[in-house]
């Protein structure tokens, strides 16, 4: 098992960022206006949305107010793995990280909440999985 870099970011709070960056993008608000509710310049909402700097707990429970979510919605998600050693399994960041962190993926977890029919969200999870496996299929060839 790999050992985090002890100077980088701690893989809790990169996941604490990203909820907030999707929570963020979902309520279709600029890191600009989130900064001006919390008094804080773009540039540290930014880092919070890395995971470069931490989130204290008073500043997450006014995340919380700002973004109307109750404060357990950043830690949603969060494996038992990353919490009891602060790293995932294989040491490396998961990939639903690296999902959210898209602005494609924040557009289709978007998207795909708003389809409220479950038949038609497993019809979606299929064709997506049937894409990648072609795509995956045609990689071999």
């Known amino acids: ?21 999707l929570r963020r993008q979902l309520l279709k608000m600029s890191q600009e206006k989130l900064g001006d509710e919390l008094g804080v310049t773009f540039q540290q909402v930014q880092k919070y949305e890395r995971g470069a700097n931490r989130v204290g ?33 294989n040491g490396q960041t998961p990939l639903v990280y690296d999902f959210i962190q898209s602005s494609d993926g924040v557009s289709l977890a978007e998207a795909f909440s708003r389809i409220e029919d479950s038949k038609v969200r497993r019809r979606v999870l299929e064709l997506v999985r049937t894409l990648a496996a072609e795509a995956e299929e045609a990689a071999a060839r």
């Open 1 to 21: 098992m790999t050992r985090p870099n002890p100077r980088g970011p701690n893989p809790i709070d990169i996941h604490v960022g990203s909820r907030i960056r």
């Open 57 to 89: 707990a008073s500043r997450l429970y006014r995340l919380s107010c700002v973004l109307n979510v109750p404060v357990q919605f950043f830690f949603e998600g969060l494996g038992e793995e990353v919490a009891e050693t602060g790293v995932a399994d």
